[in-house]
């Protein structure tokens, strides 16, 4: 025996009995301080191996052995005692007919008990291949053993404990196909009335259910001999309790410990289930509300853009009147409404891309175009004297095929972007033939502070501004709608790798046809 509290001297000495290839092996029985070793050769642990005599034999070998002593001895004892007669009256012929019928008894013996030790070590065998079977998963096959004796009622208990791991097994393939059939979209009390007649079935009870209230609200029932078995399981998600299971079981049927830890992790298993159905329920409920204020926002930002296009358009327009009707006497804050108004204009537009590009309304007309001259026309309406712009056409003649507008608007928000955070500093733009791949790049560049590496990988999300972007600069869409744009042209934006000595570039990317087939 092995003790939770023994000391390694013991453990070693234990640990030798149970390695020894000298010796039986032994059974233990229980767990714990109160584990009981059941010595198979017969013999008490503490009186040694008695009549074993260190020959190791076994049980069958010293059946058999046995048998033939008990049934040799007499004979050999009555063959002495005749040799000792015969020789004391001189009479040989009687003392070895006597002699050879004592050896050929004992050969009958010897016979007889090697017949007599198979018949009573054939039940022994059939529960150690029952056994056997057993430990394989086969359940179905039973000990026959009649009488009863010692033999007898060991082959019952076998078949009842086969029968018992049996139905053990049964409940928990029903149990394991019960779990499996659950699914967070049921919801939580189609699960618990689903779970509680799977239960029901499964354990073989008269009547179950499950209530997803406190354990607390619903009572113990008393077990009462003779009245159907009261059985119960808390349902136990992590620390939290959901509900209870309660059913009842016939008075006659046998509830074990085993039964209901079987019982528990069910119900365990459940209420994990009711729990993620429950979390399932909740996210579906804030999708939906989601969705709907999304598409609020959508309904909104249209209405908008639509209703803000009229006042700008006659700002825009009466500003010119105004400054026509000066002559040559210019006023400077009216070129800034102007220029204000076409920079308001744009952001307007991009709202209204934006609600376009997500209700799919938004279809491309393909034109073949020059990039070079459209830069230049994009880069007059910003209007900005101050900062220089120095263009490299390197196109050799290669042309774009793109929808004039969406380019254009994409154009505008790039150079509006290299003005504002390039610091006023000289805006360079580069235009690249790339004739293997058939298409057009346009790289549009400055030279300030470039973009934060924290930044790059959410740049072009929508409503997205960079970390070092102020509160009123911007509404975060022009990337998100120029990336946007440039794809329905079947083209693409990128954001170019910091380099050296150079800040932000943005290249474009379009298909292109060459100068011949222009």
């Not at 259910?209 to 609200?217: K, M, Q, S, T």
Request: net charge negative; hydrophobic share 45%.
């Amino acid at each position: 025996m092995v003790d939770a509290g023994s000391t390694d001297g013991e453990r070693a000495t234990d640990g030798e009995r149970a390695t020894d290839p000298g010796r039986a092996t032994d059974t233990v029985v229980g767990t714990g301080p109160d584990w009981e070793v059941i010595d198979l050769d017969g013999f008490p642990e503490d009186e040694g191996r008695g009549l074993d005599f260190g020959l190791h034999l076994s049980f069958r070998s010293r059946l058999t052995l046995g048998l033939i002593a008990a049934s040799i001895l007499p004979l050999a004892g009555f063959g002495i005692v005749v040799l000792l007669i015969g020789s004391a009256t001189a009479d040989s012929t009687l003392g070895r007919v006597l002699l050879f019928a004592a050896v050929m008894a004992a050969f009958v013996g010897v016979a007889l008990a090697y017949l007599l030790a198979a018949d009573l070590t054939g039940p022994l065998r059939a529960i150690a291949s029952a056994v056997d079977r057993v430990s394989a998963g086969d359940l179905s096959t039973p000990i026959v053993v009649p009488g009863e004796d010692e033999l007898a009622r060991l082959a019952d208990s076998h078949n009842r404990l086969a029968g018992v791991l049996e139905r053990r097994n049964h409940e928990l393939g029903r149990i394991l196909a019960a779990i499996e059939n659950t699914s967070p979209r049921d919801g939580p009390e189609f699960i618990a009335g689903r779970a509680a007649t799977d239960a029901k079935a499964a354990f073989g009870m008269i009547d179950c259910g499950i209530f997803l209230v406190d354990p607390n609200e619903i009572e113990s029932e008393e077990r009462i001999p003779g009245e159907q078995l009261p059985v119960r399981a808390i349902l136990h998600a992590g620390d939290e309790e959901l509900g209870v299971l309660v059913g009842h079981l016939s008075a006659t049927r046998a509830w074990e410990r085993a039964d209901q830890d079987l019982l528990e992790l069910f119900a365990s298993e459940i209420a994990v289930a009711i729990r993620n159905a429950q979390l399932f329920a909740r996210v579906e409920a804030q999708n939906s509300q989601l969705i709907e204020l999304d598409a609020a926002k959508d309904d909104f930002l249209r209405g908008v853009s639509h209703n803000l296009q009229t006042p700008l358009t006659s700002i825009r327009a009466y500003a010119h009147q105004i400054q026509t009707d000066l002559g040559e006497r210019p006023d400077r804050r009216l070129g800034i409404i102007a220029e204000q108004t076409d920079r308001l204009s744009r952001m307007v537009r991009q709202l209204l891309t934006v609600t376009r590009l997500e209700s799919g309304a938004l279809h491309p007309r393909s034109e073949v175009v020059s990039l070079g001259s459209r830069v230049r026309r994009a880069w007059e309406a910003l209007a900005v004297g101050d900062v220089a712009l120095d263009v490299h056409d390197d196109a050799k003649g290669w042309l774009a095929i793109a929808d004039v507008d969406q380019l254009d608007q994409v154009l505008w928000a790039l150079l509006d972007n290299a003005v504002k955070y390039g610091n006023r500093s000289p805006v360079r733009v580069d235009l690249v033939a790339e004739e293997a791949a058939r298409r057009l790049r346009l790289t549009i560049g400055d030279a300030g502070p470039g973009v934060p590496e924290a930044d790059r990988g959410r740049l072009f999300g929508r409503f997205v501004r960079g970390s070092a972007t102020g509160a009123d600069e911007g509404s975060g869409l022009g990337l998100y709608v120029s990336r946007e744009l440039c794809r329905a042209m079947d083209g693409d934006l990128v954001l170019e790798p910091t380099a050296p000595g150079r800040g932000a570039a943005f290249s474009v990317f379009l298909p292109g046809e060459p100068p011949d087939e222009g």
